[in-house]
T-cell receptor, first 114, second 113 residues
Framework: ETGVTQTPRHLVMGMTNKKSLKCEQHLGHNAMYWYKQSAKKPLELMFVYNFKEQTENNSVPSRFSPECPNSSHLFLHLHTLQPEDSALYLC?????????????FGPGTRLTVT | QQQVKQSPQSLIVQKGGISIINCAYENTAFDYFPWYQQFPGKGPALLIAIRPDVSEKKEGRFTISFNKSAKQFSLHIMDSQPGDSATYFCAASKDSGTYKYIFGTGTRLKVLA
């Protein structure tokens, strides 16, 4: 595997379910990100991790819970979601948080909340 | 003031034609303007980027034109090919390209064979 991988690629869950999204980067990067991509809306930055430590939470509801056990893996734990949470969730990584380092995106997990 | 407005929402171009996508911003503190390309089933990938000290940057068939006074920048795809069919996002950031990008809403480009 190369680059940034995400699993599962598609997920359908009910509002009372608990599920997790997984992201793995094979680039040796130190910073990882979660984004939400909704149709006809700009990409929304959700969480940022640098060397496993969370550095940013963009006022994301607590039903989304990130976890970063090491610099290569990032999880997004989901529970009690709402239909408006249906979207494409993208993971990205970069060499560092400082300016000028390109972010490499994974293919995303298409989430549908029923 | 934090928004980046992108147009058009969708664009259909004949093979060999020129595709033009426009973005406008308000915040004069923005100093880094990347464009991302996203194919179906893939994540966005950096295509080309510009800083406001130049008015144009060209990489192959892709050119960014930047108008600082009008606070606008645009992506031109010359000799558009069916393989260019994708969604294109403009973005802006301040402090010389931090990770905090403000993204446009995207333009879905279809190039007809």
């Amino acid at each position: 595997e190369t680059g940034v991988t995400q699993t599962p690629r598609h997920l359908v869950m009910g509002m009372t379910n608990k599920k997790s999204l997984k992201c793995e980067q094979h680039l040796g990067h130190n910073a990882m990100y979660w984004y939400k991509q909704s149709a006809k809306k700009p990409l929304e930055l959700m969480f940022v991790y640098n060397f496993k430590e969370q550095t940013e939470n963009n006022s994301v509801p607590s039903r989304f819970s990130p976890e970063c056990p090491n610099s290569s893996h990032l999880f997004l734990h989901l529970h009690t979601l709402q239909p408006e949470d249906s979207a494409l969730y993208l993971c990205a990584s970069s060499q560092a948080l400082a300016g000028g380092y390109e972010q490499y995106f994974g293919p995303g997990t298409r989430l549908t909340v029923t | 003031q934090q928004q980046v407005k992108q147009s058009p929402q969708s664009l259909i171009v004949q093979k060999g034609g020129i595709s033009i996508i426009n973005c406008a911003y308000e915040n004069t503190a923005f100093d880094y303007f990347p464009w991302y390309q996203q194919f179906p089933g893939k994540g966005p990938a950096l295509l080309i980027a510009i800083r406001p000290d130049v008015s144009e940057k060209k990489e192959g068939r892709f050119t960014i034109s930047f108008n600082k006074s009008a606070k606008q920048f645009s992506l031109h795809i010359m000799d558009s090919q069916p393989g260019d069919s994708a969604t294109y996002f403009c973005a802006a950031s301040k402090d010389s390209g931090t990770y905090k990008y403000i993204f446009g809403t995207g333009t879905r480009l279809k190039v007809l064979a």
